[in-house]
């Protein structure tokens, strides 16, 4: 098994521009979530999906969307790419119940120029 | 609301000594306690789990950590440190009610010195 994946490792936007983070897991895990991690502030969600079709928000959810259209894979879309959102993203799944942990993906390091 | 509290930034020990990560927590229901280790440029690693039953929890490299519910404490323990636990350490906690989201706290930095 791979894991969790995730492409790019690194990237560079100009403030304004668009890009989508991918994550793909193949555990055939139901919960899947995005994470930033800025430094001194641990890792917080952005947002979260407990199965295909189904997603919600976590706790910074401004200026990006998400969709969940196979089990598989959850991307993650930066709609106009500001300075804020210079951080390392974490994608991460897990099966299903509050008792189960998370496993990570390697991490997007992201510049906002 | 659910929160963490690691209150050091920093742990700085020597190797062979003990070493321990000290984490604090706040939920209003019953907690789901989860250690993580990141290592440099890597992902998130799960080490070891607090869900229900003894209060001492083993996990993977030799760490263990003691839940303390009358002190909402979670500490990490390693009872003699190797410089390659040198790492950062992440305490998270999951309210048994809420289902999915998961709080995690700053970090602590651990340097184990030879």
């Known amino acids: 098994n791979a894991g969790v994946t995730q492409t790019p490792k690194f990237q560079v936007l100009k403030t304004g521009q668009s890009m989508t983070l991918q994550c793909a897991q193949d555990?055939?895990?139901?919960?899947m979530s995005w994470y930033r991690q800025d430094p001194g502030m641990g890792l917080r969600l952005i947002h979260y999906?407990?199965?295909?079709?189904?997603?919600d928000q976590g706790e910074v959810p401004n200026g990006y969307n998400v969709s969940r259209s196979t089990t598989e894979d959850f991307p993650l879309r930066l709609l106009s790419a500001a300075p804020s959102q210079t951080s390392v993203y974490f994608c991460?799944?897990?099966?299903?119940?509050?008792?189960?942990?998370?496993?990570f993906g390697p991490g997007t390091r992201l510049t906002v120029l | 609301a659910q929160s963490v509290a690691q209150p050091e930034d920093q742990v700085n020990v020597a190797e062979g000594n003990p070493l321990t990560v000290k984490c604090t927590y706040s939920?209003?229901?019953?907690?789901?306690l989860f250690w993580y280790v990141q290592y440099p440029n890597r992902g998130l690693q799960f080490l070891l789990k607090?869900?229900?039953?003894?209060?001492l929890v083993k996990g993977s490299y030799g760490f263990e950590a003691e839940f303390n519910k009358s002190q909402t404490s979670f500490h990490l323990k390693k009872p003699s440190a190797l410089v390659s636990d040198s790492a950062l350490y992440f305490c998270?906690?999951?309210?048994?009610?809420?289902?999915?989201?998961?709080?995690f706290g700053a970090g602590t930095t651990v340097t184990v010195r030879a």
């Open positions: 999906s407990v199965g295909a079709g189904i997603t």
């Open positions: 939920v209003s229901g019953n907690p789901y």
């Open positions: 607090y869900i229900t039953g003894d209060n």
């Open positions: 998270a906690v999951r309210e048994a009610a809420n289902d999915y989201k998961l709080s």
């Open positions: 555990m055939n895990h139901e919960y």
């Open positions: 991460a799944s897990s099966l299903a119940g509050a008792i189960n942990e998370q496993f």
